[in-house]
């Protein structure tokens, strides 16, 4: 492949501290209703939405977003 398909970049974010994918939601993909757009992020990132919420000893149902998850705010590019 050609370095030049490779420069472009699919539009990602850092977390803040907290986010869920409703915060996420709402600040990257306001114009989409909440349902949708939560179902979008989740899709978009399984490598954060299918990891195991929490470790051992922590409560179960803790948030699974971590500030250091790239979190990607687009589709993938065909």
């Given at each position: 492949m050609p370095a030049t398909e490779l420069s472009t970049v699919r539009q990602?974010?850092?977390p803040k501290g907290g986010d869920t994918w409703q915060s996420i939601a709402a600040r990257c993909l306001s114009g989409t209703p909440e349902a949708e757009a939560v179902s979008?992020?989740?899709s978009w990132n399984l490598h954060v939405f299918m990891r195991a919420s929490g470790a051992a000893g922590s409560m179960?149902?803790?948030n699974p977003?971590?500030?250091s998850d790239?979190?990607?705010i687009?589709?993938?590019r065909a």
């Open positions: 990602s974010i850092l979008q992020l989740q179960r149902g803790t977003i971590l500030p790239v979190i990607f687009e589709p993938p």
